[in-house]
């Protein structure tokens, strides 16, 4: 298992920038892995995933506002968000591509709104 722990939400106007963190036990390296939000009434969903090249992937709601990177050296996942909205509101985790059994972690909170 892979455990992972989230940081770096808060409370954003809408335009603006966030980032956040995630940092991981060992095996990290041998996966890819993804941020995923699961927004208030919503199912969960998978945002961005990055594989262990760093070969990235957005879903179509994030494409050219959001930036994933992983340092493999750190064992660190990042995502960068820009212009945000208020529909990006939601509770962010991490976890490995695609999440299986992998336990979740208790994800960072993320509200745009003015």
């Known amino acids: 298992q892979v455990h992972f722990a989230e940081s770096g939400g808060g409370l954003v106007q809408p335009g603006g920038s966030l980032q956040l963190s995630c940092t991981t036990t060992n095996l990290f390296n041998s996966y890819s892995v993804g941020w995923y939000r699961q927004a208030p009434g919503k199912e969960r969903q998978l945002v961005a995933r990055i594989s262990r090249s760093g070969y990235a992937r957005y879903a179509d709601a994030v494409q050219g506002r959001f930036i994933i990177t992983r340092d493999n050296a750190k064992n660190t996942l990042s995502l960068r968000m820009n212009s945000l909205k208020s529909e990006d509101t939601a509770v962010y985790y991490c976890?490995?591509?695609?999440?299986?059994?992998?336990?979740w972690g208790q994800g960072t909170r993320v509200t745009v709104s003015s």
């Open positions: 976890n490995v591509d695609p999440p299986e059994e992998n336990p």
